[in-house]
């Protein structure tokens, strides 16, 4: 069974451009979650999707949204880059029922210049 | 202070050596209880999960819980040069439906050969 992929796996942006990045989940995987990893701040939640509804968020401004679609796949997007978005963005899917358990994509390297 | 505290190392052992990695937590909602392997520009890997207190052994592998405590701990056994990674814990409040995992720092580990 294919893993979690996430595209674009490299990305350099400037300040003030907006990103959207994408994921699709391992199938059969209803909940998708979005993570920000960074060297100081570690691995922090963004949000989590189920059948096409957020159902949980994480700290951070509504620059960062994101949505789900029908078949599952996810896309976060980004608006008015800032520097301190540099960062890996992982992607998580996990089965009905035992949403603990999740499964990471590689990430998507956002580079903003 | 942070929900998870994680010692981020760097952690550096001969090879053949037991590694012991721990984590402390505040939020004595914590039930669920992992660790994840993530290897250079890779996504995080689940490793061990374990359920309330005790213990949990998979091969090398083995994760310790102490609720009263607070405390968590992964230990390898004979740690070989391919454990070299970094370890992140991850704790849950619930194991269905939505969800936030909370991360620790991440623990660098190097076995040198």
């Known amino acids: 069974k294919a893993g979690v992929t996430q595209t674009p796996r490299y990305l350099i942006k400037t300040r003030g451009q907006q990103v959207t990045l994408s994921c699709s989940p391992i199938?059969?995987?209803?909940?998708v979650s979005w993570y920000q990893q960074t060297p100081g701040q570690g691995l922090q939640f963004l949000f989590e999707?189920?059948?096409?509804?957020?159902?949980n968020k994480g700290n951070f401004p509504g620059r960062f949204s994101g949505r789900q679609f029908s078949n599952s796949r996810s896309e976060m997007n980004v608006s008015t880059l800032e520097l301190g978005d540099s960062a890996l963005y992982l992607c998580a899917s996990s089965l009905p029922g035992i949403e603990d358990t999740q499964y990471f994509g590689p990430g998507t390297r956002l580079t903003v210049l | 202070q942070k929900e998870v505290e994680q010692d981020p190392g760097p952690l550096s052992v001969p090879e053949g050596a037991i590694v012991s990695l721990n984590c402390t937590y505040s939020n004595s909602a914590f039930q669920y209880f992992m660790w994840y392997r993530q290897y250079s520009r890779k996504g995080p890997e689940l490793l061990m999960y374990?359920?309330?207190?005790g213990n949990k052994e998979d091969g090398r592998f083995t994760a310790q819980v102490d609720k009263s405590s607070k405390y968590i701990s992964l230990f390898i056994r004979d740690s070989q040069p391919s454990d070299s990674a970094t370890y992140l814990c991850?704790?849950?409040?619930?194991?269905?439906?939505?969800?936030?995992?909370?991360f620790g720092q991440g623990t660098r580990l190097t076995i040198n050969p």
């Open positions: 374990t359920y309330s207190s």
């Open positions: 199938s059969g995987h209803r909940s």
């Open positions: 991850a704790m849950s409040a619930v194991r269905r439906g939505a969800q936030k995992l909370v």
């Open positions: 999707y189920f059948s096409e509804t957020q159902r």
